[in-house]
C-alpha cells in the first residue's frame, strides 16, 4: 500500500499584482468561502489588520493565513500569503515569494496589465513560481466586452499560458473564485522536501510581542518542530527553546508541531531584536546547514530621526528595531549632530516607507522626535576625500564634484497619455530613451535621477494619465550632479529639518515655491516673521509670516500644550532660541507638501 504522502495535501500560494487590484478583497472571499472567518465578524480586507492600511485603505504587510478546502471528498490545507502593492513595499512581495511553491496573478480589468503586475510577475518567474493568471473586477465589465478579450489576451502572453486558463473573477461579488480555488489545487504544485532527515524552517517575516518575544514567521522546509524543542537560529548561533508554535487562522493558532511544508510561527521567548534575522534558518535537531536566505533590498530615501522632548535616545532606539522585526527593509544606524544630540539614520525604500514608519512610531509607541528633510544618498568629493551624505546639514559649500543614483524607469500606459507623460519631461529631469508597444498599451524605457521621485513623481503621473499609467525602477548608476544646499530660515534662524539639497537649475523657482508654501503651513506668532531661503550664503527667497491672530504653536511642535507654552516663555535669546529653532518639529505631511512640483 502507498504511504499516504501528507505533503501532497499542502498547497502554498501568493497573490501577487499591482496596488488596488483588488488582492487583500479576493483574500476576503477566499476566507468566506473555506469558512476561515466567521460570517458575522468579516470585514472588507480582513488581512489588513494595522490600523494604517485600514485608514489608507491600502496592504503594508504580507499577511499570511491558514485554510482548509474540500475537494473530491479530500481535505487541502491552502496556505495564502496576501502581499501589498504599492512599489515601497516589494520586499515583502519577495519575502513571501521564497515561502510558496505558486501565485495568483491578479489584473484589475479597469486597468488592465500595469507596472507592478509586471515587476511582481518577473520576481515570481525567477523564484520559480506556478503562476495562475486573474482578471479581477469582472462585474463592471459585460462579458463579451473587447476590452476584457484583450487583458485575457496580453495576461496570457505575460504568463505564456492558454488564454482559456486565465481566471476571470469579481472578488467584490465572488464570482468565480470557488473555481479558482480549485485550480489552485489541481496546478500548483505541492511542497517537496528539499533534504531528508534535516528539520529547517526558512524565517520570513517576524513580530515582537511583550509576552511571547520575538515570533518568527516561517515555512518548514525539512522536518518538524515540535512545541519546548531546543532548536539554533543560524546566523546568531543562539539556542532557543520554542515557547510555543501554530498557525495564522489568520490569528495565532496554537500547535503541537509544524511540518515539513506548513506555514505557520515559532514563538522563540526571545526578547532580544539583533538575534533575529528576516532570511535566517530555525535549526531543529541534527541539522547543521541552512537554506538560502534574501537578498537585503538597498534603501533608497533616508532620514535622521533625534529623540524630543521626554523621549529618550534608547527608547527612539528600540521602537525602532522593534518595526525592524516586522519591515526587514529598515535600516537604523546611530548619528550624532551638534544641536540634536544623538540621533538615527534610517534608510527607507521609499516616501511612503518613511510616512508609514514615522506615523507608526507616533502613534503605536507614542514617541516625540524631530526628523530632517527625506533625502538621498550623495557622493561628494572635497578635494582627494570623497564622503556620502545622507543628512543635508552635512553637504558642504563647495564640493569639488558631486555624484547622485539614477534609476532606469519603465513606464506603462496607454497610448492616449503619451503625450502627457512626454511633456513630464519639462517637469522632472526625465528622459524617456525607448518606447515599446505590449499589446494595446506603450512601454516606455527611460532614465532619471533618483531624487526625482522624492518629489511628487508618482503622483504626476498618475494625475496627467487619469490612474492608467503606472511605472517600476530599479537602481541603476550614477551620474555628475549640479546641486547646492538650500536652508530655510525663519526669524533669521536656520530650521534644521527644511535643509535639503536642490539640483542649482531649478534653485530660485525651488526657493520661492518654498517660503510661499512654508507661509502657509507654518504657524503664526505674536510679531511678523521673515522666512528665508539662503543659498550659499545669499538669501534668494524671502516671504513673512504675518503676526498673530491667534497662536497656533501646535502645529509646529509635537506634545501636550501646557508644556509647550512653559517651553515656549522658557525660551531665551541666542543661542537658547538659535536651538530651539533647530529643533523644530516638521512633520511628513509639510515635506510632502513642500516636495510638490
Ligand atoms: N468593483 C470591484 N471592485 C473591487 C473588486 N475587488 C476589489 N475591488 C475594490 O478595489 C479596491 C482595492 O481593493 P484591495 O483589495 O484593497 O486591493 P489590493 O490589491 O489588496 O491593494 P494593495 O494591497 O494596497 O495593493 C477596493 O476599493 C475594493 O473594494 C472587484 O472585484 N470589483
Ligand atoms: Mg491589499
Request: proline share 5%; with cysteine; glycine share 6%.
Amino acid at each position: 500500500m502507498l504511504k499516504f504522502n501528507p505533503l501532497e495535501k499542502i498547497r502554498n500560494f501568493v497573490i501577487i499584482a499591482h496596488i488596488d487590484a483588488g488582492k487583500s478583497t479576493l483574500a476576503d472571499r477566499m476566507l468566506e468561502i473555506t469558512k476561515t472567518v466567521d460570517s458575522r465578524k468579516m470585514k472588507p480586507q480582513y488581512l489588513d489588520q494595522l490600523e494604517l492600511e485600514r485608514e489608507r485603505g491600502i496592504t503594508i504587510k504580507m499577511a499570511p493565513v491558514r485554510m482548509k478546502y474540500n475537494l473530491d471528498s479530500e481535505e487541502f490545507i491552502l496556505n495564502l500569503i496576501d502581499t501589498p502593492g504599492h512599489s515601497d513595499f516589494s520586499y515583502e512581495v519577495s519575502r513571501a515569494l521564497a515561502a510558496v511553491e505558486g501565485g495568483v496573478l491578479l489584473v484589475d480589468a479597469t486597468k488592465g496589465i500595469q507596472a507592478q503586475t509586471l515587476a511582481n510577475f518577473y520576481a515570481a518567474q525567477k523564484a520559480g513560481l506556478k503562476i495562475i493568471g486573474a482578471i479581477n473586477k469582472i462585474d463592471l465589465f459585460h462579458p463579451s466586452d473587447e476590452r476584457i478579450k484583450e487583458i485575457i489576451k496580453q495576461t496570457a502572453n505575460l504568463i505564456n499560458c492558454d488564454p482559456s486558463e486565465i481566471h476571470l473573477i469579481s472578488a467584490k461579488t465572488g464570482q468565480g473564485v470557488d473555481f479558482l480555488l480549485q485550480t489552485i489545487i489541481k496546478k500548483i504544485p505541492h511542497p517537496k522536501i528539499e533534504k531528508n532527515n534535516q528539520n529547517r524552517a526558512l524565517i520570513f517575516d517576524s513580530l515582537y510581542d511583550e509576552n511571547k518575544g520575538i515570533i518568527a514567521y516561517v515555512r518548514i522546509f525539512d522536518g518538524e518542530f515540535t512545541n519546548n524543542e531546543e532548536v539554533k537560529l543560524f546566523s546568531s548561533n543562539k539556542n532557543f527553546k520554542i515557547k510555543e508554535l501554530g498557525f495564522f487562522m489568520p490569528n495565532f493558532t496554537k500547535s503541537e508541531k509544524l511540518e515539513e511544508g506548513d506555514i505557520g510561527y515559532i514563538a522563540t521567548g526571545l526578547k532580544e531584536p539583533s538575534l533575529i534575522h528576516i532570511g535566517d534558518t530555525i535549526l531543529g535537531k541534527n541539522t547543521k546547514e541552512p537554506l538560502a536566505g534574501y537578498q537585503k533590498p538597498k534603501p533608497v530615501v533616508f532620514v535622521s530621526f533625534y529623540p524630543d522632548q521626554n523621549t529618550k535616545f534608547e527608547e527612539l532606539k528600540k521602537a525602532l528595531e522593534k518595526l525592524q522585526l516586522s519591515d526587514s527593509a529598515l535600516t537604523i544606524e546611530p548619528e550624532s549632530n551638534d544641536a540634536l544630540g544623538r540621533g538615527l539614520k534610517i534608510g527607507f525604500l521609499g516616501k511612503l516607507h518613511f510616512e508609514i514608519i514615522s506615523t507608526r512610531l507616533s502613534r503605536e509607541f507614542n514617541l516625540n522626535f524631530l526628523t530632517t528633510f527625506p533625502s538621498i544618498e550623495w557622493k561628494v568629493k572635497i578635494g582627494n576625500e570623497e564622503k556620502i551624505i545622507y543628512d543635508p546639514e552635512d553637504f558642504p559649500d563647495h564640493p569639488s564634484q558631486v555624484l547622485q543614483k539614477l534609476i532606469d524607469l519603465e513606464i506603462l500606459t496607454p497610448p492616449e497619455y503619451l503625450n502627457n507623460i512626454t511633456q513630464l519631461q519639462n517637469t522632472f529631469d526625465l528622459k524617456i530613451l525607448e518606447t515599446k508597444t505590449l499589446g494595446n498599451q506603450v512601454l516606455l524605457i527611460c532614465k532619471m535621477p533618483l531624487l526625482e521621485l522624492i518629489y511628487d513623481f508618482d503622483d504626476k503621473l498618475k494625475s496627467i494619465s487619469s490612474g492608467f499609467a503606472s511605472f517600476s525602477y530599479k537602481l541603476n548608476g550614477e551620474d555628475i550632479a549640479y546641486v547646492s544646499k538650500m536652508e530655510i530660515l525663519v526669524a533669521s534662524n536656520p530650521i534644521k529639518a527644511l535643509t535639503r539639497i536642490i539640483p542649482k537649475k531649478n534653485i530660485e523657482r525651488e526657493a520661492r515655491n518654498t517660503v510661499l508654501k512654508l507661509k502657509e503651513l507654518l504657524p503664526r506668532q505674536q510679531f511678523a516673521q521673515a522666512i528665508q531661503a539662503k543659498v550659499d550664503g545669499k538669501i534668494i527667497a524671502r516671504e513673512t509670516i504675518p503676526a498673530l491672530r491667534k497662536d497656533v504653536t501646535g502645529y509646529l511642535y509635537g506634545g501636550d500644550r501646557s508644556r509647550k507654552m512653559k517651553l515656549w516663555q522658557k525660551q531665551k535669546r541666542g543661542k537658547e532660541k538659535l536651538k530651539s529653532m533647530a529643533r523644530v518639529n516638521i512633520s511628513p505631511e509639510i515635506f510632502r507638501e513642500i516636495l510638490k512640483k
